[in-house]
């Protein structure tokens, strides 16, 4: 998968720092997929666009090394500022316009209320809607992509984030 993606993004402020007890190791799963994917693209002379992400500036300098020269975004843990970085990211290295954070948090607004609404007609609780499995969860999303591209006028906007 790793080598066949045309692009990588790698958000660093999702480790766990520190352990929590002295008997415990702290996790830096993310800092190695982002290394193993650093070397894939490299080795095998890719040129993949890999996106990195973090919660504050240099914060990855506590636990990471050798990313220098890198453009490292981060979102200070503001799941909004996502609305502003990817698409972004993604007209640079497109060079394309991509829909603006706008109209992207218009549509994940849309997606939210019908997810919610969907989750509260097969009789589950709003409650327990962070609990369903990812699995089912990438299932309503592109089975709702399929619905609004075919119901709505914003099909070329569905189409790049679709990609």
Known sequence: MISSSKYSI????????????????ARFNMPLELGIDLGVNHSQNLNKKILVLDNKPHQYDTYISDLSGRDIEHHFNKNDALFWILPQWFASIENKRYYQDGKLRGFYKLFEIEYKLTHKRT???????????????IY????????????????????????
């Not at 790698?10 to 190791?25: G, I, T, V």
């Not at 619905?147 to 906007?157: D, G, H, M, R, T």
């Open 123 to 137: 009789g589950a609780l709003i409650k327990d809607i962070k609990r369903v499995k990812k699995i089912n969860y």
């Open 10 to 25: 790698h958000d660093l402020s999702r480790n766990k720092y520190q352990a929590s007890s002295d008997n415990e190791f």
């Open 140 to 163: 309503h999303v592109r089975s709702w992509i399929k619905i609004f591209q075919k119901e709505n006028s914003l099909k070329p906007y569905i189409q790049a984030l679709s990609k």
